[in-house]
């Protein structure tokens, strides 16, 4: 079992920037994926960003040159650097974490409003 927690979340003005982070606990593997997903109101759940444990990173179209992912794999601890932020961009981030199964985090919200 895997426990993911997510903080870092709130309101912040077009223009701003807010960083996420995830700290993982429990029987983590060291072969891994973790990941940030999205999910606006009313829409699906989409990927943000991943990063393996190796530290390659693959990012969404919308965010590639504004979100930077990374991770401590001896913390155990993911982040999202976000900058530029649009208000396209609110939305309930979720962590992920992929190994032998996949587990969520709770969310946590990021409004982006003047």
């Known amino acids: 079992q895997v426990q993911l927690v997510e903080s870092g979340g709130g309101l912040v003005q077009p223009g701003g920037s807010l960083r996420l982070s995830c700290a993982a606990s429990?029987?983590?593997?060291?072969?891994?994926?973790m990941a940030w997903y999205r999910q606006a109101p009313g829409k699906q759940r989409d990927l943000v960003a991943t990063?393996?444990?190796?530290?390659?990173?693959n990012y969404a179209d919308s965010v590639k040159g504004r979100f930077t992912i990374s991770r401590d794999n001896a913390k155990n601890t993911m982040t999202l650097q976000m900058n530029s932020l649009k208000p396209e961009d609110t939305a309930v981030y979720y962590c992920?974490?992929?190994?032998?199964?996949?587990?969520w985090g709770q969310g946590t919200q990021v409004t982006v409003s003047s």
């Open positions: 990063i393996t444990n190796g530290g390659s990173t």
């Open positions: 992920y974490y992929s190994s032998q199964r996949t587990y």
């Open positions: 429990g029987s983590i593997f060291r072969i891994n994926t």
